[in-house]
């Protein structure tokens, strides 16, 4: 005995589950599994760690059903309603004493179970004893008897059928209601044992989970007095006081007024039923997650039903929305009107698809957007945060019907009386809101953040006319909205420092970040162009010079999302405008400290090593060599030096070689080349007389190299005034139109066409132009993974 208490591999604690469901702790001690002459069978004993008493002393019968749970817990029924569990302190000890209880049964110690728990269907076992199994006799509703019902009720809790047939006992005999009138007068008597027992026997009949017992429970004219019998908790010491809360603290106001009594009726009983759910209901124990499964769908349909009614009025939803947008309506009174407008969009959040797509559409047809928006720009927080929960609500539900409005109001204006136009656009507004948000912790900013994420997104566009929503709505939101969303990075990063680098306006540059971020990964032509328009990925990395990690670190996400996504054009601008300068540098600043902003920086370098980015490899070597030459502590510096070093031996044992012009023609019409597509941006992209629509062009970053020998930069040079110059080359004929094709030696890029400037063929040029540049519904969505063009064969657009 003393081998086994001294051994932990065998030391357990004792559980026992009491009547409300709960684990006891029995003790700790030491268990052993041996032959027991009084049993007369091997048993399972545990003595106490303290004191060596006897805590267990359990025969293994060969039909308990034993339970071996999360490699250290051994379960299973004493008896009816007498659970055990042994949780052992080490899972060897568990295995021991579970490979014995399955020795003596005669199983496979592999097995988790010894016994087959269910052997039939719950039906078929209740229709096999449905028969033979006598029907739950009640005692008599007696103050004197209510220890013997609170008894009974919890030995019929123990099995299913018994379960099954106490409901229907009590609902045949109305023993509700005359547990109701028994309350009464313990209540008045002042019995305290009686209310305590009533508790136990109402807190049964909730767990027995039976839909018809709740309509008993919760009739109008005895609802309160269930309430009354569950603020009888035995288990603590000052008894709650729920009824005087429901009936004094918490007050109904009608916001509309509502004339249908039914619906009125049902109002009042989803609170209360609610209350009692949330609030007089002990917690629920992880065994008992499902105890209380009809209640929740009670609840549930009662909401189906509320939304059901209100909908169904013909005055109630347009008096809601049109005191809403009338702005002669006080703050006060829009903002009860919002609130009941938000808990009735809560409820709908319970209908079936079809039913919420109904009621959305309803409720879309009635102008919620156009109140949304005015609501939005309130200055009283509380109206705004609720348009806020409402607009969410929408746009996870249905962002279509969300962008179907937000286009439909680009072709609308507004003339002032100084005859400007003032656009009205949601979308707009959303976004002003975000950045004006007022919150210190700036939560309706994150809020927001995610209903613009949810509308910018293709994914979730429908399928059926995602060609038209894709493009149409981000050739609106490039147009005219990302200015507003872009302004606030653009005016704090003026003069190449940041102009405020407080901890708000930091977390909200760092939220416009992450939504460009997303414009990057999903938006590759769109978020281009506004990226080298406006030489946005410089101003961003201004930000790496903010006193806020996390700020700098979206600016290094941002520049990693476009470096992944591999672009000659964009890898042309970066090496253009020196742009791996302010990341360098930032890593200097860092001093080799071992931190995330490290590991992220060098993580960038060793992806363009991996991915034998020659460009950016040649760029990075030949500009910054010299400042991370003495960086030792990672491998990929010196790699990439090596990887730098073979491609320029390489590079001088290829012979030059021409290339061939991208166009092609075939059956009759133009086929776009894949290639067609880089070659025209690297044209425009060399182009030194190109500007940019801020009037700023892409200037070097200053202070980034004292090198001047940067043979990359000088090779761009070359490329961008040899494609300003013309020559001749092979020509042929295209639809009556001559196309002169002038190959460009040694800079990778496919010869481009120079049409003829014949006058007679001046039409049929500009037609061609437009032919080979334009594709109906060619979009950055057509590109696959690589930035090849999915459908080069879709036909021209000629306008």
């Not at 949304?372 to 929408?394: F, P, R």
């Not at 090593?609 to 490899?617: N, P, T, V």
Request: net charge negative; hydrophobic share 40%; charged share 25%.
């Amino acid at each position: 005995m003393f081998d086994a208490m001294t051994d932990t591999k065998r030391r357990v604690k004792l559980y026992a589950l009491n009547a409300d469901r709960q684990w006891d702790d029995r003790g700790t001690g030491h268990v052993s599994c041996t032959y027991v002459e009084r049993l007369k069978g091997v048993s399972l004993l545990v003595r106490a760690e303290a004191d060596g008493a006897l805590l267990l002393e359990s025969k293994i019968q060969h039909d308990t059903v034993y339970q071996k749970q999360q490699d250290t817990l051994i379960v299973w029924s004493e008896a009816d309603n007498f659970d055990l569990a042994l949780s052992f302190q080490e899972k060897a000890g568990c295995e021991e004493i579970w490979e014995k209880i399955c020795s003596v049964q005669g199983k496979d110690p592999t097995i988790e179970t010894t016994q087959d728990i269910v052997e039939e269907s719950e039906d078929e076992r209740f229709d096999d004893l449905s028969d033979s199994a006598p029907p739950v006799e009640l005692p008599l509703c007696e103050i004197g008897r209510l220890k013997e019902i609170k008894d009974l009720f919890i030995t019929c809790m123990a099995t299913p059928l018994n379960k099954d047939r106490l409901a229907e006992a009590i609902e045949n005999d109305g023993y509700v209601r005359k547990l109701v009138k028994l309350f009464n007068l313990c209540e008045d008597l002042n019995n305290l044992e009686g209310l305590h027992c009533l508790y136990d026997i109402i807190k049964n009949i909730f767990l027995i989970n039976k839909n018809a017992l709740f309509e008993m429970l919760f009739a109008d004219d005895i609802i309160f007095d269930v309430i009354g019998c569950l603020e009888y908790d035995p288990t603590l010491p000052i008894r709650k006081y729920h009824r005087h809360h429901l009936k004094n603290v918490s007050k109904f106001k009608e916001v509309i007024l509502i004339t249908n009594l039914e619906l009125l009726n049902k109002i009042h009983q989803t609170h209360r039923v609610q209350y009692i759910q949330d609030v007089v209901l002990p917690t629920p124990s992880v065994f008992e997650d499902n105890m209380l499964s009809a209640l929740s769908s009670f609840i549930f349909f009662n909401k189906v039903e509320i939304v059901t009614l209100i909908q169904e009025d013909e005055k109630f939803l347009p008096d809601l929305l049109g005191q809403l947008q009338d702005e002669s309506t006080p703050d006060s009174r829009k903002l009860e009107l919002v609130q009941f407008l938000k808990e009735f969009c809560n409820f709908s959040q319970n209908l079936q698809p079809p039913q919420k797509e109904g009621f959305f559409r309803t409720l879309t047809s009635l102008g919620i957007l156009p109140m949304l928006e005015m609501t939005l720009m309130s200055e009283d927080v509380n109206i705004k945060q609720a348009a806020i929960d409402i607009l969410t609500i929408l746009v996870e539900f249905s962002p279509s019907v969300i962008r179907e409005y937000i286009l439909q109001q680009s072709s609308d204006t507004v003339t002032q009386a100084n005859g400007s136009e003032v656009e009205l656009m949601l979308m707009n507004v959303i976004i002003e809101q975000m950045i004006c948000d007022t919150d210190p912790d700036l939560g309706r900013a994150v809020q927001l953040m995610g209903v613009i994420r949810v509308l910018i997104d293709p994914e979730n566009m429908l399928p059926s006319l995602s060609k038209v929503e894709k493009t149409d709505f981000l050739n609106y939101f490039y147009k005219h909205s990302v200015q507003i969303l872009i302004a606030p990075l653009l005016a704090n990063t003026v003069d190449g420092e940041p102009a405020r680098d407080d901890y708000q306006n930091a977390q909200l540059l760092a939220h416009i970040l992450e939504l460009l971020t997303f414009c990057v990964e999903h938006h590759s032509y769109h978020i281009k162009t506004c990226i080298l328009n406006k030489d946005l990925l410089k101003r961003v990395l201004v930000l790496m010079k903010s006193a806020h990690k996390f700020l700098v670190l979206g600016a290094l996400r941002f520049m990693r999302k476009i470096v992944a996504l591999k672009d000659e054009f964009y890898n042309r601008y970066i090496m253009k405008g020196c742009l791996f300068g302010p990341v360098i540098d930032c890593l200097l600043d860092n001093n080799g400290r071992y931190n995330l902003l490290d590991s992220a920086i060098i993580e960038l370098f060793e992806f363009i090593k991996l991915e034998d980015i020659k460009i950016l490899i040649a760029h990075v070597v030949e500009n910054y060599g010299k400042k991370f030459e003495h960086i030792d502590y990672v491998q990929t510096f010196k790699a990439l030096r090596i990887r730098h070093s073979q491609q320029t031996e390489k590079s001088k044992e290829k012979p030059i070689t021409s290339c061939i012009t991208s166009v092609t023609v075939s059956t009759g019409r133009f086929r776009r080349d894949p290639r067609q597509i880089e070659d025209e941006e690297e044209i425009w992209f060399n182009n030194e007389d190109d500007e940019f629509d801020d009037g700023e062009a892409v200037v070097p970053h200053t202070g980034m190299t004292g090198s001047t020998e940067i043979t990359a930069s000088e090779q761009l040079e070359s490329i961008g005034k040899s494609i300003d110059k013309k020559c001749e080359g092979s020509s042929t004929k295209i639809f009556g139109t001559t196309v002169k094709t002038t190959p460009i030696m040694n800079n990778n890029l496919a010869a481009t066409p120079a049409l003829s400037s014949s006058p007679e063929d001046s039409k049929n040029s500009s037609l061609l132009k437009k032919a080979l540049v334009d594709y109906e519904g060619d979009s950055d969505e057509e590109e696959d993974e690589n930035g090849d063009l999915k459908s080069p064969t879709k036909r021209p657009r000629y306008t």
